[in-house]
């Protein structure tokens, strides 16, 4: 067992995997308390070797390791990545590691159902058992026992076997560019970064009146930059629904902020909200953000997607291949619209799995049925 704490020792480890045709890799971090998650521990894996990097040891330098993260050679293999690739992109200022290997996408390819857990790989493809002792311990507290280095080792020397085993596999049944085609969705910057002025979409706005909406906007975008300068998480700045209350109340001066209950802002907060109010105040009626009335429910609409359904399941369970990798539930609603919906399930591999019978079935050109209690498809055209 290894535990890297020096600059020296990464260096050496960083040179020798930079050989390896292939690393895995796992992070542990804090982010209860911080807006940005905090970085505790990168743990890494070649063919003979893991090691944890304390990426918290007094004067470590992780040029090494990020070094190696940018380094094209070498295949990064992770599970269920998106939050690893969030916190390397902040690392590396604003680059993702590549190439990459999810194994949590190439399980969806392989049949192992929606979103399948690491534990549940471990158990089905190693036949061995993750100590789950210290699953919730704290990374951040030093030092770190010989327990909770053995289980974060766990989560890259697993994860060797389970790449190899899954890549045979997706080899196997040609399915290499379906899992090469998610990973592109994967590498593209923009999911992990959340820009001030899209902030509000995260909230649950009821009205759509116009001032309000422009309120909302106004207050999230500070909000958000307020929470990534001060490395606070949103809540600890303003709870959302006391944004919203905010944006509905209005008040025009510190004193009716001040009288808010439950508002709890400090003096240099409370003159950049009335501030954020005051601009919002001064634009003109006819520029107030008009938000796009919803489209009317669709008549017969609920059948068509519950036919869609049925039929995705039927051909999810032919390939053996998760129901949601190949088309979720507003993809089918989209579809169940407009033949010509711009959706995945219209694309690429997913079509000829699923796009092109949807169509047939629309058309009325292929039928759902019921043969010895089993779902089928029936080809009308060949019926008649």
Partial sequence: MTLISTTRELEAVADRLRQEPYITIDTEF????????????????????????????????????????????????????????????????????????????????????????????????????????????????????????????????????????????????????????????????SLYVTKPEDAWQRLKVRSREPRFIALVQHLAAWRERKAQARDLPRNRIVR?????????????????LRRLDRLNLDKESMREVMAEIDLVFAIPEAELPQLPAPKPPVKGLGPTVDLLRVLLKQCADESDVAQRLIATASDLEALAQDDAADVPALHGWRRELFGDRALELKAGRIALALENHQVVILDLEDEA
């Fill in 240 to 256: 959302d629904d006391l944004l919203l209350e905010l944006a509905a109340q209005r008040p025009r001066d510190q004193e009716a």
């Fill in 30 to 189: 804090m982010r209860e308390r911080t807006y940005w998650a905090k970085l505790c521990l990168v743990q890494l894996a070649g063919k003979n070797e893991a090691v944890a990097v304390d990426t918290l040891a007094p004067g470590i330098d992780l040029a090494p390791l990020l070094d190696l993260m940018a380094d094209k050679g070498v295949l990064k293999v992770f599970h269920a990545c998106r939050q690893d690739l969030e916190i390397f992109l902040k690392a590396m200022d604003g680059r993702l590691p590549e190439p990459i290997f999810d194994t949590q996408i190439a399980a969806m390819v392989c049949g192992f159902g929606e979103e399948v857990a690491y534990e549940t790989l471990v158990n089905r493809l190693t036949k061995g058992k993750l100590d789950k002792s210290s699953r919730f311990t704290d990374w951040s507290r030093r030092p770190l026992s010989s327990a909770q280095l053995t289980y974060a080792l766990a989560d890259v020397t697993h994860l060797r076997v389970i790449y190899e085993k899954l890549h045979k596999r997706i080899e196997a049944a040609g399915r290499l560019g379906w899992v090469e085609e998610e990973t592109r969705y994967l590498m593209e910057p």
